[in-house]
């Protein structure tokens, strides 16, 4: 499907957005721009921001990215309460601490 490198550029430039504005609060302009691609190869990679979402969840989930999956606990996104219980507890316990 392409290069690695440059999908692994647009799944780390959507996660620091989503842990600076929130996974549902950034777009495929602001992605695009942060990994430094244009909008369409953002797009090849992630047709739908609904699939660059979950796919940012599903990280988040594997590299305890906390404020993500807090957040997707918050909304009841199905992959993060799927994920593992000590996940789970330790997003839940970083909305507590300030």
């Known amino acids: 499907m392409g290069s690695d490198k440059k999908s ?4 780390t430039a959507a996660v620091s ?4 504005r929130g996974y549902m609060k950034f777009s495929r302009a602001q992605v695009a721009s942060r990994a430094q691609v244009s909008e369409g190869l953002v797009s090849y990679y992630y047709s ?8 940012v969840v599903r ?7 906390l404020p993500i999956v807090a957040a997707a606990l918050v909304t009841a996104h199905p992959l993060a309460l799927e994920a593992p219980l000590e996940v789970r507890k330790l997003a839940a316990e970083s909305l507590l601490t300030p």
């Open 48 to 55: 739908e921001m609904a699939n660059l979402r979950t796919e």
């Open 8 to 11: 692994e550029e647009i799944m």
């Open 59 to 65: 990280y988040a989930i594997r590299h305890n990215v």
């Open 17 to 20: 957005l989503a842990v600076e």
